[in-house]
């Protein structure tokens, strides 16, 4: 895959969820990565581990931009993003950290409405291939452009459950027993998101490499350490 490399790079929101793990990887692929911070919702010990890498520096400020006259930009926009250092705090929260975090508890996972609303599930490492794509990209046609950023699978919130039941009943059998709980509706609520990924395959290349299953796969010991207590 085509990769940023050995470059100086500025992450913005560098110690959040998709920050934190895209500072990670442009670490490993030798690029100087300066992470800019405010820890508004970000958290310091997502970026512990960077701190002592030479390549690495943070700064805590808050940022604000101008309008980027005569510089080429591209646009991603995420869809449902999920893995590694994502939390399940806060009103905001996304579905999959909550639900993993209510089976760990032994509580019942709280559907709204009859759970077959559908999202575009995306793994992290998804979202990371498009960034490198976007940044490393030379198809004049590819910039100034915003490209979804998904897998481009659709996936009601029923299946997804049962997906995160079936990876953690390894750790812990007695979650198969937990029951689903189904709540209201919540008023404005999307009932079907699939994002077209067409146009960042075919100006960007992007082709991505896990699907639902092979995410949480993939992210179901982080989301067990991290968050089995509490
Ligand atoms: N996670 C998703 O599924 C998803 C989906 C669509 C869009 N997004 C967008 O992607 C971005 C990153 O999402 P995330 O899930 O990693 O969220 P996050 O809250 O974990 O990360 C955002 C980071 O930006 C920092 N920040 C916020 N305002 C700042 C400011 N003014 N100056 C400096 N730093 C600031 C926060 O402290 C935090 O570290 C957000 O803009 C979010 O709206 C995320």
Avoid at 39 to 56: C, D, I, M, Q, W
Avoid at 99 to 126: C, M, W
Avoid at 135 to 162: F, M, Q, S, W
Avoid at 168 to 177: G, M, N, R
């Amino acid at each position: 895959m085509r990769k940023l490399r050995d470059k100086n790079v500025l992450v913005t929101g560098g110690a959040g969820f998709i920050g934190s793990n895209l500072c990670e990887d442009l670490l490993d692929c030798g690029n100087r990565v300066v992470c800019f911070d405010n820890f508004a919702t970000g958290k310091r010990e997502n970026v512990a581990p960077f701190l002592s890498h030479p390549n690495f520096k943070l700064i805590e400020a808050d940022i604000r931009y101008g309008d980027l006259f005569g510089v080429e930009t591209i646009g991603l926009r995420y869809f449902n993003v999920f893995g590694k250092r994502q939390t399940p705090d806060g009103a905001y929260a996304a579905a999959i950290p909550k639900f993993i975090r209510a089976f760990i508890d032994h509580e019942s996972p709280v559907l709204h409405g009859d759970g077959k609303q559908t999202r575009d599930f995306t793994y992290i490492a998804n979202v990371i291939q498009m960034n490198h794509l976007a940044a490393t990209t030379d198809n004049p046609k590819a910039v100034n452009k915003v490209y979804n950023t998904a897998c481009g699978d659709r996936t009601d919130l029923l299946h997804l459950i049962e997906k995160i039941r079936e990876a953690l009943v390894p750790f812990d059998p007695e979650i198969a027993d937990v029951p689903v709980a189904f709540g209201p509706s919540r008023e404005g609520d999307v009932r079907d998101s699939l994002a077209d990924v067409s146009r960042a395959k075919e100006l960007l290349d992007y082709a991505p490499t896990h699907r639902l299953g092979e995410g949480i796969k993939e992210a179901i010991a982080w989301y067990w350490e991290n968050l089995k207590n509490g």
